[in-house]
């Protein structure tokens, strides 16, 4: 082999002096600030078109749940004679499940707006290609999923609430008795939900991710204390501790706590910061199968 | 230019360094790259030529920051890609094997949100993606969707979106292995334009040895993760004993005799016949051509012998076919 033929060495320089790059490198650490600023907000612009180019799929699926429950059985129930059901102290079951569905809807968003969109497009067509290509740390990318799922959670808590308020044909005793509470409670949820949605959306193959759906989806919405207050569980001792490992549990109890505290709920003080803790271990998870799932 | 502003001083060095770069895939017990190092220049059209499982994808996405590299290093106007990742991506476009366009936006979106991560202002985007849309064509297609395109249009607009935040080195894929014969000429044509209007480097990735001798500037012939051998096309082509192909033109269908005979002598790599031809790809010119005239005996009407081609070279290298 002669020298020439190697690799290394001058390549003979063809073409225009200017490297179009060439003015980059020497960008202070400020200037990748301030990119990584401008890529964030990006990220969440394109996220954001791509949900205001189809808002009835968000509120299909933010809607029709939690209307469906409030139409059946707290306005036509009391119709057909069955008004005592779900009755929980006194309290009727509008007021039991408000809390509930709210956090459900608050929790099922992350899904939704992260597991779903984001298996596919690690899947076949990766279309999550251009977004890890962009100047910003990988992090920042995943960070930027789980910002704007947080966001459609609130949204999605936002819509909910009347809806599950004015429906039933019983009255609905809600009263806010900590706004701190409720506020924390609601971010804490959105963030939990968006890094649950960022878990599953980077661990599992987009052939499998309807059937994972179903299979978190029902048990954790039936035993996430939605329809019933935990404390009203210490009749059925393992349950009540088996679903101790459901998050939603501690969201349905913290709206709970704020929002209706006349029924039983769990301290306010417990439900919170099992729910931070629960929120930074799915974050630190997350993010570590996020990087693995993009950098092989 | 659009775009943001660019301050400090040039890069004087090779575009893109590669040094004894080593890729081993997670649970796999050979190396995908083993030991790979290259150079390229600015406004180089450079080739990474090599049958399937070579390890050029690998070398690419280690250099795009999308694989960690195991040893080894790469820097990309000096910028370590494997440290500073989000910084090397600003220097570099990549258009992938596979089309990778968002399928939830426009052609235009796909551009102007490509601009946005990249630090451009709304009014530097869309600028960008008029000039983008004119220069590749696509301005009619701009609000369609980008499951409706075809292959040759699906790839203008990511080459678009690839270039958008003129980056140094851009990376292409098999750029033209799904292409027909007509749209993969006007690729060529690009690829040319970019490296002489605005100096912008290319290492593209082929198993094509046509497309290596035509369109690139040096070629380094990839088999097993390691170069063989790296060069101009021509440098290549004349230093490298290379193998050649002859081609026979007999009286009669060559018997199954005379074939045998021509297989087993020495230097012969390949024969293959159709009707009253044969051809013989043989790894040296040297000798060649008087045992062929007198394995074939009586029934010689004519014969000729072909230039050496990159293929011949990886033949003489490897013993084996790009195609095997
Ligand atoms: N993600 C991966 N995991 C494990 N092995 C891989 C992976 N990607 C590629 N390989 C292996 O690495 C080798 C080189 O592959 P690749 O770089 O794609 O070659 P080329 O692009 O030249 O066809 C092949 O043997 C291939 O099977
Ligand atoms: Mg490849």
Redesign the interface.
Known sequence: MTEALTATGAAPSKGASRGPGETWPGRARAGQWRLSLAGFAALIARDLRVLVKMPSSFLLRTVLNPLMFVFVFTYLYPRIGAGHFGQVAGQSLATVALPGLVASAIIFQGLNAVALPLSMEFSATREIEDRVMAPVSHRLVALAKVCFSALQSLIAAVIVFPLVYLVPATPVQVHVSSWPALVLATVLGSLLAGFLGLLLGTVIEVRKIATVFTVTVVPLTFLGCVYYPWASLHTVRWLQVLVLANPLVYLSEALRAALTSALPHMSTLASLSTLAAMTVVLAWAAARTFTHRVLT | MTG?E??????AG??L?VEGLVKR??GSDRNAVDG?????????I?GLLGPNGAGKTSTI?VS?????PTAGKVTL???DVAVH???A????G?V?Q????????SVW??LY??C????FSRREAKARCRDLLDRFELADRSGDRVDHLSGGLAQRAQLA?ALA?????LFLDEPTAWLDPQSRLALWDRVRAL???????VVLTTHSMDEADRLC??V?IMDQGR?L???TPE??KR?VAAAVTVELRLKAPPSPEVLHRLEALRGVERVTSEADKVEVLTASRDGAVPDLVSAVGEGLLDLSVSEPTLESVFISLTGRNLRD
């Open positions: 943001p660019k301050t400090a001083p040039s890069w090779p575009r360094r895939y997670r790979v190092s290259l150079e390229v220049g600015a406004g180089e450079f996405l795009t920051t999308r694989a960690r106007d000096g910028i990742g989000s910084r991506r600003r220097h570099l990549v992938t596979v089309n990778t366009l968002d399928r939830s936006l979106e796909n949100f490509h946005r991560f990249f630090g979106r935040h003129h980056p140094s080195v490296r002489d209007q605005e100096g912008v480097s500037d040096r380094a170069i051998v790296c060069g440098e290549l230093a």
